[in-house]
């Protein structure tokens, strides 16, 4: 082969393979926008509603947890609480969703309940005497279950969910 015949050979190999690059970029766009105008590909479309209209689209499958107050110095006994999607917090301090005034045992902020995807948590915030459920110290977050009692100070709480 002569150097003149090399290079033609060399031509068609390179015209060749850009060929089929662009054909293999075309069938990767050509699928990519089908996948793009039927909605395939796992693609989901998520939309943003208000509190309303999200009660309005039926009822909710995730019961409403609460806590009913079984023994303390600063709430009435049979007094429920509701925990719904905020945060709830409890202690001594009026800052919190339910104060325990009369209550000498509870810290300013003693602890939290909040609602989960996976149920009822309560968190201890660094309360002095502790928080407890069922007789045992919370020291991390803890998932709540029906009938857990919860100690905050001399208060104490039963779960309702």
Partial sequence: ???????EALLILK???IVLLYLFIWRIVRSASRDFRTGGGGAQES???????AASLGPSKQKRARLVVLE?????PGEEIPV??????????????IPLDGDEFS????ARFE??????????????NGTFVNGARVTTPRRLGRGDVVRVG????RVDL
């Fill in 15 to 17: 015209i060749a393979f």
């Fill in 1 to 7: 082969m002569s150097g003149i015949e090399v290079d």
């Fill in 84 to 97: 719904d999607a905020a945060p709830v917090s409890i202690g001594r301090g009026g800052q919190n969703d």
């Fill in 115 to 128: 609602t989960r995807r996976d149920g009822l948590w309560v968190e201890d915030t660094g309360s002095t």
């Fill in 107 to 110: 810290s300013a902020r003693h």
């Fill in 72 to 76: 303390s110095p600063a709430l009435a």
């Fill in 47 to 53: 939309m943003i509603i208000s509190p309303g209209q």
């Fill in 154 to 157: 001399q208060t104490d709480f």
